[in-house]
């Protein structure tokens, strides 16, 4: 046997170890493995079960996830991330938006003048950045959406993107978004892309980038999107609508196709204007469907509003989003336990992204497609090869499901509430001068009955599985793989991970271990306490709860504060020692001491496997 297989066996040893450690134990046993694509066994690797009530993901609280506490800023959004409304209850997590007034600071980063702003709107987002990354796997998602079905104006989101930009993170986003190209061309395309690409294979010596993978972007209303001409690969063309509630599911990345040979919103593509395959329809992507499948059974189309947007000016560079709509009915709204999932295989050659409502595929993505669009052979994108994590969020915004207006209209016209572009100007749904031409702003209104304080609206997630063959090499977990890292750029360039980056605030603290107020055992996590009655000072002996008096969450209420045991941290003891930002050594010594034994264990068997195949 050769060296080199000898090292394949151990680094997939490694990685198996690694992985497991993100594996919530809540997790069923049969959903530890699955069938992908071909029959392709995969293993689960990382889920969350948000089976622990009154979690807290604010900084410093979790090691799996950061909820933000900051203003989205793109997509026109108008809502605040509050960390606050980012929580677990009754076995789910649970993102609230409300018409909840949020005022905030920031600093001019030279000078440090202070500048206040509010918004009417708040939401949370949630992600893994920098703690839980992989590369290559199967996504699954089971979910309730916030809002109702028929009634726009919410965004929930479902999405994933490479560890090098943080979302709304606008500095660590430029140059960055939604990269996936390592070339160094000669045509003209080739070359603006390097000037455009703050990581570029001509000066860098390898391309890097932040592609973006959304697998949910939900739009609720009862807007009917009408098409006149599609083309389908028959070479009919027939009218079609698809209605809201509807979902978008989308690849981002970039360099783009120019603007001389793209398509334009609203116009269906012409032949040569876009990625072959995707249209017309009925195409390669959706797995030569027959037209009554696209239109009738699973009825899906085109996302002919968003082909994608200018993100370098001089030289003028474009990103493409490769999106599809698809419709679904209103349970999504209604009930919980809807499964979505999305395979993702890293590959120049024989890469994909593939996107399903629970069985039925909406749509494929492969690398040859990606090779197959119009323009300069060495300036196409490639699926992604950074590693990517998990993002979670509910916006509010304007180009998202609101219903636009009608600038002619009289009692808009009046007030100056519309837009020359047909947009409300006036958006505080809980401003009675928003709401004074009823026939226009009622769906408004109606909006803030949903989002009411007293009853926010909810993006409730049951469960978040990740899944990956561990005989793939390419399937690996983490935020900073050796073929592509991103600790050492983050460190060098903190600043643009950061909100406020005056006040010298790194981006992501390391989560506190134990210390949160408590009155019993219970309020440090612990549903199995030796003394269920509220401790007033006993500490639990670890070893004998261990052994079978509990499990081994064994945290307690030492002198009103939580005290953790030796593999959970978190104020409340609610996190597992798991990941770069686990403190634990407080308590055991050493950050991941059961773990530690796992993964000494799997070397040892791997080594000997090796010996005995040599």
Not at 130 to 143: A, D, H, L, P, V
Not at 168 to 175: I, L, N, W
Not at 264 to 281: I, R, S, V
Not at 388 to 410: E, F, K
Request: charged share 20%; glycine share 8%.
């Amino acid at each position: 046997m050769t060296n080199s297989k000898v090292v394949l066996i151990l680094l997939l040893l490694v990685s198996s170890a690694r992985a497991s450690r993100w594996i919530d134990a809540s997790t069923p046993v049969e959903a530890h493995t699955v069938k992908g694509m071909g029959d392709r066994q995969l293993h689960l690797v990382f889920s969350d079960e948000f089976e622990d009530e009154k979690r807290s993901f604010v900084d410093g609280h979790d090691t799996r996830w950061t909820a933000e506490d900051r203003p989205g800023i793109p997509n026109a959004a108008i809502q605040y991330y509050n960390s606050s409304f980012v929580k677990t209850r009754d076995g789910k997590l649970v993102i609230e938006t409300a018409r909840q007034n949020a005022t905030w600071k920031e600093y001019d980063p030279n000078t440090g003048k202070e500048y206040s702003f509010s918004r009417v709107y708040s939401s949370g987002m949630v992600t893994t950045w920098n703690k839980f990354c992989f590369t290559s796997g199967m996504i699954e998602i089971s979910f309730k959406l916030p809002g109702k079905a028929l009634r726009g104006g919410l965004w929930p989101a479902f999405w994933m993107l490479g560890n090098l930009a943080r979302p709304s993170y606008m500095e660590s986003t430029a140059g960055i978004w939604p990269w996936s190209y390592d070339q160094c061309g000669t045509s003209a395309e080739a070359m603006e892309a390097d000037a455009a690409q703050r990581i570029s294979n001509c000066r860098d010596g390898k391309g890097r980038g932040s592609p973006e993978i959304d697998i949910i972007e939900a739009q609720p209303g009862d807007f009917i999107l009408e098409y006149k001409k599609v083309a389908f690969v028959d070479k009919t063309t027939r009218e079609y609508s698809l209605n809201r509630p509807l979902i978008s599911s989308s690849l981002q990345v970039s360099p783009g196709i120019a603007s001389y040979i793209r398509p334009f919103t609203p116009n269906m593509p012409l032949k040569g204007e876009w990625y072959p395959d995707l249209y017309p329809m009925g195409g390669r992507a959706y797995a030569g469907e027959g037209i009554n499948n696209l239109t009738d059974t699973n009825p899906r189309m085109i996302n002919n509003y968003w082909y994608g947007q200018v993100i370098h000016k001089i030289p003028e560079v474009w990103q493409d989003g490769l999106s599809a709509n698809w419709n679904h009915d209103e349970r999504f709204y209604e009930e919980h336990h809807n499964i979505i999932r999305t395979e993702w295989q890293t590959g120049s050659d024989d890469g994909y992204v593939r996107f399903y409502n629970g069985d039925k595929l909406i749509y494929d993505i492969t690398a040859d497609m990606l090779k197959n669009r119009p323009g300069s052979p060495d300036a196409f994108p490639v699926i992604p090869f950074e590693a990517m994590y998990l993002i979670l969020n509910t916006d509010v915004s304007t180009r998202w499901g609101w219903n636009g207006c009608r600038p002619d209209d009289p009692c808009l016209s009046a007030y100056g509430m519309c837009s020359p572009e047909g947009q409300l100007t006036c958006l505080d749904c809980g401003n009675p001068n928003c709401l004074r031409c009823p026939e226009s702003t009622g769906w408004l209104a109606d909006l803030c009955k949903d989002i009411d304080p007293r009853r926010p609206a909810k993006f409730e997630i049951d469960y978040v599985r990740v899944y990956q063959d561990k005989s793939d090499p390419l399937h690996t977990v983490g935020c900073d793989p050796p073929e592509y890292p991103t600790k050492q750029y983050i460190q060098d360039n903190w600043e643009k991970y950061t909100f406020n980056s005056y006040i010298k605030k790194e981006p992501l603290v390391v989560v506190q271990h134990g210390g949160g107020k408590c009155s019993t055992n219970f309020d440090c996590g612990n549903f199995f306490s030796v003394d269920p009655s509220p401790d007033q000072g006993t500490e639990i002996n670890w070893e004998e709860s261990v052994e079978g008096r509990g499990p081994i969450r064994a945290s307690s209420c030492v002198d009103g504060k939580c005290k953790c045991p030796p593999d959970w941290t978190g104020p409340f003891c609610q996190s597992p020692c798991i990941g770069d930002y686990a403190n634990c050594e407080a308590t055991s010594g050493a950050s991941y001491p059961l773990l530690g034994v796992l993964f000494v264990i799997s070397l040892i068997v791997g080594l000997l496997l090796a010996y005995l195949i040599w």
